[in-house]
């Protein structure tokens, strides 16, 4: 019997907690401890053993065997503690990790649960073998809530939070190759559909889980505001497939390795990334060339003919690039006031597409309060943990990164004012649907919530970590 995709996974020479016999259903027990602490979250594709123990059922146990279990190296290195600013080496894979004492084995269980939970079940047989009738692959993973929530995908409500929990953390590979099909893409490309999802695996692994904002969730976030706009009839009349292709696939990998700081941090400490790209738009460069990477490892478009692509790829990524948007919203605006903006133009649908991208990524505060309230103390989280590093280290703390002297009624209300606002106004007038209003509509009413002390306090974020030890 095959074992079920969605358990969580701890070694076998370890006792199982038994917080988890009680929340949990099952255990899937792995055939060696090196699952925790491995290099690279890629290289856990790797497992090809393990014993599933249902607790509903004491007396059976299941066996799920691919293979030998192929040895890994050590883990990732601690970070230098007391190195001078200029230096300071910092381990972005643990940056966001909870320091406080943990028991053992809970912060192994949380993050490697939801790694391998995807990525054993892109080894499972229904994967490895091609399908003969339609394709649709991941109708056999499905649960019905999933199914349910995908049907109402397009709504400016769907709550991403709780498709999160329903998918077990997979909401980036689940929804996005939902809307390939959707869409059609799948079948007009004639894109593979394992190598898609092996795509949509390797993307999703190499975001930073730890990230409170800047992980696969908010990627997930942004593919599906993406998708909602391009729905709209000034789009969805006029993109054409190749434009549709290029949308999602920079929406899931916009934020592609974030390590969780913002570019000042990484130009200041001397980070390989600020050099390379000579310190300008240095984290959206990353992302498209990490992109790039994954696209030709998972031979996704290789048989399609060479184009420009990549670098049409690139562009979308790099307008999301916040310190740019003045310029890209000035063009923007003065097509809109000259009334010359034409579809059928090349160059202006490229631009249109870019201020979509820039739209989709920072929409939450258009979003209902009860799920922009969420990300605003998301965001606000990871900002103010760079700020503490950056204490930690003698450096200077960054704008809006001092949880002494910053809150996050201040940040989001001068974000929504300076930037969201100015932004969403010009959409507005270029797509002026229901769609469009209503997001202004939220936006206001968050701003006047942000603004407003009598108002009851909004969601605080929590470590994963933390809820681990309730």
């Not at 004491?58 to 030998?68: E, S």
């Not at 894979?93 to 084995?105: D, L, M, N, S, W």
Request: one cysteine or more; hydrophobic letters at 35%.
């Amino acid at each position: 019997m095959e074992v079920c995709s969605q358990l969580p996974v701890l070694p076998l020479d370890r006792p199982v907690p038994q917080h988890v016999l009680r929340r949990r259903g099952a255990i899937s027990l792995g055939t060696s401890s090196a699952l925790f602490g491995g290099p690279s979250p890629r290289q856990l594709c790797k497992r090809r053993g393990g014993v599933s123990y249902n607790s509903a059922d004491q007396a059976v146990l299941y066996l799920h065997l691919l293979g030998d279990v192929k040895q890994r190296g050590p883990g990732p290195s601690e970070p230098v503690r007391g190195a001078p600013h200029s230096h300071v080496k910092v381990d972005y894979q643990r940056f966001h990790c909870h320091q406080g004492p943990v028991r053992p084995g809970a912060r192994g269980l949380k993050s490697h649960r939801r790694r391998l939970s995807f990525q054993r079940g892109l080894k499972s047989r229904h994967l490895r073998q091609r399908p003969s009738g339609p394709q649709h692959l991941l109708d056999q993973v499905y649960n019905c809530q999933v199914k349910c929530m995908l049907d109402k995908v397009d709504s400016w409500d769907f709550d991403i939070f709780m498709f999160d929990r329903a998918t077990n953390g997979n909401g980036l590979v689940t929804l996005t190759f939902h809307l390939f099909l959707q869409l059609g893409l799948t079948r007009l490309f004639r894109l593979d559909p394992i190598k898609l999802r092996s795509f949509l695996v390797m993307v999703q692994a190499d975001y930073h889980q730890r990230n409170p904002y800047h992980n696969s969730l908010h990627a997930t976030d942004v593919t599906q505001a993406m998708y909602c706009f391009l729905r709209q009839p000034k789009l969805a009349t006029t993109l054409s497939s190749c434009d549709m292709l290029l949308a999602l696939v920079a929406a899931v990998t916009h934020d592609l390795d974030h390590p969780g700081v913002n570019q000042g941090f990484l130009v200041r400490t001397g980070h390989h990334l600020a050099a390379l790209y000579k310190n300008s738009s240095v984290l959206e460069s990353h992302h498209w060339r990490c992109a790039v990477s994954l696209l030709r490892e998972s031979g996704l478009l290789d048989h399609l003919p060479i184009t420009d692509r990549s670098e049409r790829l690139g562009s979308l990524i790099l307008a999301t690039d916040i310190s740019q948007q003045n310029r890209y919203l000035a063009r923007f605006r003065e097509h809109l006031d000259r009334e010359d903006l034409s579809m059928a133009d090349p160059s202006h649908r490229h631009l249109v597409l870019q201020i979509t991208m820039k739209c989709a990524d920072i929409c939450n505060p258009c979003r209902v309060w009860r799920l922009s309230s969420q990300w605003s103390s998301r965001v606000t989280a990871e900002f103010f943990h760079q700020g503490d590093v950056e204490k930690k280290h003698g450096m200077a703390v960054s704008p809006l990164c001092d949880r002494l002297s910053d809150s996050t009624a201040h940040i989001q209300a001068g974000f929504i004012r300076h930037v969201v606002e100015p932004l969403f106004r010009e959409w507005c007038r270029f797509s002026c649907t229901s769609l469009s209003h209503r997001m202004l509509a939220h936006l206001q009413t968050n701003l006047d919530r942000w603004t407003d002390p009598s108002q009851p306090p909004p969601y605080r974020y929590s470590n994963p970590d933390h809820l681990l030890e309730t």
